[in-house]
């Protein structure tokens, strides 16, 4: 991965290019932010920086994700009791290669994991040990990127704390993760924090331009929806009926929803659209808890009048849009976004997915009949 190849954040490439100018490159690096903030490809263009300075001819290994010296560890699933990235690197280096700015969804659908868990297991630590306890191959730097490093379980960010205290000579670890909420302080202690933040629309605007031959009318309707998040901007650049799922099931829970109050015999299909839910595995439950989100907030800005920022509206099926909004206002938005958080927090710490949406699904119809 080139600097350039990153889109946007030209500062923050500065800064790090820098760094490695200066020799002032710490040891241990956590990279914050979204996947498609571009994380990893920040991650890797610092790594071929690294290995190049100290052998030109490595680039073409690092573009292929072939260097003997640069290793990644990642979230998976066990086979036959085993925990280990190595299991699955052929995926995941043919999903990189495509995208770099690929998330925890992508990296699910890959897998065809369906509800199984993606987790970085402690034997995967032990494993990371034993490879940096080898000399280097091509006698320069070894380099370790761990994707979704907040991924870890207990006892692997237990054991990843030491690897991290005392690492091997000419060793540089990358990390990157979404946010830092669920990984031990210890550890946050122990690595220099850079966090990435949102590409800018001008620099994503401005890419769009160049390498894409988009219109200027859809790329303002892209930018307005991928929040500076580019791996969300080549979905939408891929179809315009990527969120149909997510619509059908919105409108579904809408409809259920009102008709809740005045007949109660409506809470059977609640229930009936919950678990149909529940069988999406969690990153795509967790998206769908997102698309849910925006909905919300762009009928809000509807029906406050704030039609210019409403990028997207759900007109399909007969669902009428303008009614629907009017029962999204001041005095019940936050409860409803709350309740939203609640259940993507719940679903995150592995609860019981029908409950959690069931619990959701019934709630909405108490929230969308209270008055302003």
Same mark, same amino acid.
């Given at each position: 991965m080139n600097w350039e190849q990153i889109v946007g954040h030209q500062h923050l490439k500065n800064i790090l290019q820098e760094s490695i100018d200066n020799g002032r490159v710490s040891h241990a690096q956590l990279f914050v932010g979204k996947d498609g903030y571009g994380t990893l490809p920040l991650a890797m263009a610092f790594a071929k920086e690294i290995l190049r300075k100290e052998n030109e001819a490595s680039c073409?290994?690092? @573009?292929?994700?072939?260097?003997? @010296? !640069?290793? *990644?560890?990642?979230?998976? *699933?066990?086979? &036959?009791?085993?925990? !280990? $990235?190595?299991?699955?690197?052929?995926?995941?280096?043919?999903?990189?290669?495509? =995208?770099?700015?690929s998330n925890s969804e992508d990296w699910s659908a890959t897998l065809e994991s369906e509800n199984k868990q993606l987790t970085i297991y402690a034997e995967e630590v032990? +494993?990371? =040990?034993k490879k940096f306890a080898l000399k280097s191959f091509e006698g320069g730097s070894k380099i370790l990127i761990v994707w979704q490093a907040d991924k870890m379980n207990t006892d692997a960010a237990n054991k990843f704390l030491k690897f991290l205290e005392e690492p091997p000579k000419n060793t540089y670890i990358i990390l990157t993760a979404d946010n830092t909420n669920l990984m031990l302080q210890t550890i946050l202690s122990r690595t220099q924090i850079v966090? %990435?933040?949102?590409? /800018? &629309? +001008?620099?994503? $605007?401005? *890419?769009?331009?160049? =390498?894409?031959?988009? &219109? +200027? +009318?859809?790329?303002?309707? %892209? %930018? #307005?929806?991928?929040q500076g998040n580019y791996n969300t901007t080549q979905k939408?650049?891929?179809t315009e009926n990527s969120d149909a799922e997510f619509e059908e099931l919105f409108v579904m829970w809408v409809r259920e929803a009102?008709?809740?109050?005045?007949?109660?015999?409506?809470?059977?299909?609640?229930?009936?659209?919950?678990?149909?839910?529940a069988h999406f595995n969690r990153e795509k439950q967790k998206s769908f808890l997102e698309y849910c989100s925006e909905m919300f907030r762009l009928a809000l800005l509807q029906n406050y009048g704030n039609d210019l920022l409403v990028y997207k509206k759900i007109e399909t099926g007969g669902f009428k849009w303008d009614s #629907?909004?009017? *029962?999204?206002? /001041?005095? =019940?938005?936050?409860? %409803? !976004?709350?309740?939203? $958080?609640?259940? @993507?927090?719940?679903?995150?710490?592995?609860?019981?997915a029908k409950i959690i949406w069931t619990d959701l699904g019934i709630k909405l119809s108490r929230y969308l009949h209270k008055s302003i």
């Open positions: 073409s290994k690092v @573009d292929h994700l072939n260097h003997l @010296d !640069l290793h *990644f560890s990642f979230p998976v *699933f066990k086979v &036959d009791k085993k925990g !280990l $990235s190595a299991a699955f690197f052929p995926e995941f280096r043919e999903m990189l290669l495509a =995208n770099p700015y032990d +494993e990371i =040990n966090e %990435i933040p949102r590409i /800018g &629309d +001008e620099d994503l $605007s401005e *890419f769009l331009r160049s =390498n894409k031959k988009v &219109d +200027e +009318e859809k790329i303002k309707s %892209i %930018i #307005f929806q991928a939408l650049l891929q009102f008709q809740v109050k005045k007949k109660p015999e409506f809470l059977k299909n609640i229930v009936l659209w919950s678990r149909k839910i #629907f909004s009017k *029962f999204i206002h /001041g005095a =019940n938005i936050e409860a %409803i !976004l709350e309740e939203i $958080s609640e259940a @993507d927090y719940h679903l995150e710490r592995n609860g019981n």
